[in-house]
């Protein structure tokens, strides 16, 4: 633990670094015993969401490997998909079979749509096309689905659920009695940013460098203690979420050791924030 460190210094952004990858580290560990120990569970939706929890993971590598190279940018990035794909995953345990069932066929028909697709710019058009057919009385299942996401107008709807982030963590909190604040936490911190820089605007290509409410850095010692501040918080805030997933698969099959792992790894970083003040 730091003594008196500053936040934004070496060896504290260091810490903050090594809390979000001891948090993957149980991310890993958790789908590696849920296909070794837990693939004959009766519960199917484990079963059926492990590519997700496994891209969760992946997606949280990929962020780390990023910020070795300062990308802080590109990091809020994948973030947002990190925090969407988390949130998914742990509104899916415990979400109606409703709406679980439209978020199977969702993938259903979107595999489907996208082998012939086109786009329209001015009198400009290009199109991927497949030159196969499907069977619809054999495939009533895929048709059903298509329907599902197909507008009044004929047009395909481009969202799973009709449920706002907001009502998906209401959710969450109402049938899990799981603790969002984490979450709440990092979508405030992550996602307009996040948006921003995926949209193009000027903002979402500086913001990490130019901070709007004090001085900008006028060194390079300023600036890499801005961007460290920044790797900080977005460490805490991704790590922390973990921890909220965890908890949420230990409701529907009991994982102890590696929830209690991870809050031992919480209550050592909150050791350091009380430290640095």
Request: aromatic share 12%.
């Amino acid at each position: 633990m730091p003594s008196k460190q500053s936040f934004g210094s070496d060896e504290t952004t260091r810490l903050f670094f090594n809390f979000f990858y001891s948090q993957l580290a149980l991310l890993e560990k958790l789908y590696q015993y849920q296909f070794t120990e837990l693939k004959h569970l009766d519960d199917t939706r484990l079963r059926t969401l492990y590519p997700l929890l496994f891209s969760i993971h992946h997606t949280g590598t990929s962020i780390g490997i990023l910020s070795s190279h300062l990308h802080l940018n590109e990091c809020y990035i994948l973030a947002r998909s990190f925090l969407e794909r988390l949130i998914n995953y742990i509104y899916l345990l415990s979400c109606s079979e409703e709406e679980y069932s439209r978020y199977l066929a969702y993938t259903k028909q979107k595999a489907y749509r996208v082998l012939d697709r086109s786009f329209t710019a001015g009198a400009s058009k290009v199109a991927l096309t497949w030159s196969g057919s499907i069977d619809w009385e054999k495939e009533s299942e895929l048709k059903k689905a298509v329907d599902m996401f197909t507008s009044e107008t004929g047009k395909p709807k481009t969202r799973w659920t009709s449920q706002r982030l907001s009502e998906m963590l209401e959710s969450i909190a109402s049938r899990g009695g799981l603790e969002i604040g984490y979450l709440m936490f990092a979508i405030l911190g992550i996602y307009d940013d996040a948006s921003e820089a995926l949209h193009g605007t000027l903002y979402g290509s500086i913001f990490h460098v130019m901070p709007f409410t004090r001085k900008k850095p006028a060194t390079k010692s300023e600036l890499k203690k801005t961007w460290n501040e920044q790797f900080s918080a977005l460490f805490l805030m991704l790590g922390s979420c973990i921890h909220t997933l965890l908890q949420a698969f230990h409701e529907v099959a009991a994982i102890e050791s590696i929830l209690n792992e991870s809050t031992i790894n919480l209550k050592d970083i909150g050791k350091v924030i009380k430290e640095i003040g």
